[in-house]
Structure formats: structure tokens, C-alpha cells
């Protein structure tokens, strides 16, 4: 079991940035691939990025390649996403997610259905 508390969400201008942290606790975390989640109003959950279990491999959505960046720290249980140049359309609820299958699997279909564990979100507000 590994527990998952999103923090850094809030109200930001078009052009403007602001860094999601998740805070994991529980299990040991290195263990864990680790991803970001939005869903906006009336829309289903969609992949943002997911990061290996050791950073080394990192895949983003289309939609924020260039923009977003995603860490983490597996001495301090924690995984970053870094959103910068935002636009009205990057708002939403922002979720982290943990799974510990393989990489392989995970990665092959980024369904949010598949993924194990999830935080409680955090709201990101882009105005225009």
C-alpha cells in the first residue's frame, strides 16, 4: 500500500507556472512508477506524464511536451510536476497515481482504470 497527497494547485494567469508536488508514503516508493492524472469538468481522467521507478524513462502526453516536466526523489518519497507556458486548457483536477507492474505494461495502454493507487487531487485553474 502506498498513500498519495498532491499540494501546489491554485489559480494562474495564461503564460504563467506552477510545480504540483505528491507526497508518498507507505511502502518503500522506489518501487513504484509513478504518473500525473487531470480530468476536467464532464471529461474522463487522462494521462498527463508517468516516470520509471528510478527517473530514467519518462513519457508525456502530447499536449505538454516542451511544457511539463516530471521528477522525483526517491530519498524523500516525492514526485514533481513542473507546468510552465499554461493555457486555459490545462485546467483541471491533477492527480497522482502509483502502480507497481511493469514498466512495459503500464505504458501500454496509460488507461487510468489500471493504475493502483491515487491521491485525493488537486485543482489547477488556468485563466485566460
Known amino acids: 500500500q502506498v498513500q498519495l497527497v498532491e499540494s501546489g494547485g491554485g489559480l494562474v494567469q495564461a503564460g504563467g507556472s506552477l510545480r504540483l508536488s505528491c507526497a508518498a508514503s507507505g511502502r518503500t516508493f522506489s518501487i513504484y512508477t509513478m504518473g500525473w492524472f487531470r480530468q476536467a469538468p464532464g471529461t474522463e481522467r487522462e494521462f498527463v506524464a508517468v516516470?520509471?521507478?528510478?527517473?530514467?524513462?519518462?513519457i508525456y502526453t502530447d499536449s505538454v511536451k516542451g511544457r511539463f516536466t516530471i521528477s522525483r526523489d526517491n530519498a524523500k518519497n516525492t514526485v514533481t510536476l513542473q507546468m510552465t507556458s499554461l493555457k486555459p486548457e490545462d485546467t483541471a483536477v491533477y492527480y497522482c497515481a502509483a502502480d507497481n507492474r511493469p514498466w512495459d505494461t503500464i505504458i501500454l495502454s496509460q488507461a487510468a482504470a489500471d493504475w493502483g493507487y491515487w491521491g485525493q487531487g488537486t485543482q489547477v485553474t488556468v485563466s485566460a
Open positions: 516516470i520509471s521507478r528510478g527517473g530514467g524513462r519518462i
